[in-house]
Nanobody, 128 residues
Framework: QLQLVESGGGLVQTGGSLRLSCAAS????????IGWFRQAPGKEREGISY????????YYADSVKGRFTISRDNAKNTVYLQMNSLKPEDTAVYYC?????????????????????WGQGTQVAVST
């Protein structure tokens, strides 16, 4: 059973940076594409970034494009989300998730239903 644990969240001022980590155990991440999602209070879970296991293709939501960078270190079984130029609207609980076999593609990566394994989330708060 693949387990995912997020870390790196916290409180930061507008314009600041954080790096989130998604550490996997119980299975290798080599076989799973990984997505980062976030959910703010009263809002739906939003897919914000994705990295493919097959060719390391990356995708980003328009809301974070140019500010966030996803990467993976298979040797450490960890995926990262570097978040720069943070804004108050980035405040949310951030989750990483691993796809079911077959993964997702550039059209479906934002759909939570394509992900089989989820972490518990890490809180990010951006102050004005």
């Amino acid at each position: 059973q693949l387990q995912l644990v997020e870390s790196g969240g916290g409180l930061v001022q507008t314009g600041g940076s954080l790096r989130l980590s998604c550490a996997a155990s119980g299975w290798t991440l080599d076989y799973h594409s990984i997505g980062w999602f976030r959910q703010a209070p009263g809002k739906e879970r939003e897919g914000i970034s994705y990295i493919s296991t097959s060719d390391s293709s990356t995708y980003y939501a328009d809301s974070v494009k140019g500010r966030f960078t996803i990467s993976r270190d298979n040797a450490k079984n960890t995926v990262y989300l570097q978040m720069n130029s943070l804004k108050p609207e980035d405040t949310a609980v951030y989750y990483c998730a691993a796809t079911s076999p077959g993964g997702a593609d550039r059209y479906t990566w934002t759909l939570p239903s394509n992900y089989k394994y989820w972490g518990q989330g890490t809180q990010v708060a951006v102050s004005t």
